[in-house]
């Protein structure tokens, strides 16, 4: 499977804090910038993100249920063998308004992970 990118998810209680921290302090901007929900990337290196997501985020309420996000090639095929190795899906396969598909799967740790891949918008 080939991996494009992985972006870890912070819980926060308020996105305040977490502006300052992760954008004035380490230098981070902006990529998304929504209701509850900041993703931050490297201006130097913008395939380096991080999310921050409040337990209330109304943009995109699924969110908060991740530690990471791991961009892939082949979402389906990733989601095939995941169910092949019978792995647990905890949010099915789906194509998200905003250009995503994607599904959640649960790690041997007990971990949420969002398993995606950018798609073209569908009307």
Do not use: K
């Not at 302090?25 to 921050?52: C, H, K, W, Y």
């Amino acid at each position: 499977m080939r991996i494009n990118r992985v972006v870890p998810s912070v819980s926060a209680t308020e996105l305040g804090p977490n502006r300052d921290f992760y954008q004035d302090f380490l230098g981070f901007e902006p990529a998304m910038d929504e209701p509850g929900f900041v993703m931050f990337r490297s201006p130097n290196n913008p395939t380096a993100q991080l999310i921050v997501v409040t337990e209330d985020c109304d943009w995109d309420a699924q969110s908060g249920r991740t530690a990471m996000s791991i961009e892939v090639e082949d979402v389906d095929a990733a989601h095939a063998r995941a169910l092949d190795r019978g792995y647990e899906i905890v949010y099915p396969i789906t194509d998200e308004p905003w250009g995503v598909r994607r599904f959640f799967v649960r790690d041997p740790n007990g971990n949420v992970l969002n398993i995606n891949m950018h798609i073209a918008h569908r009307d």
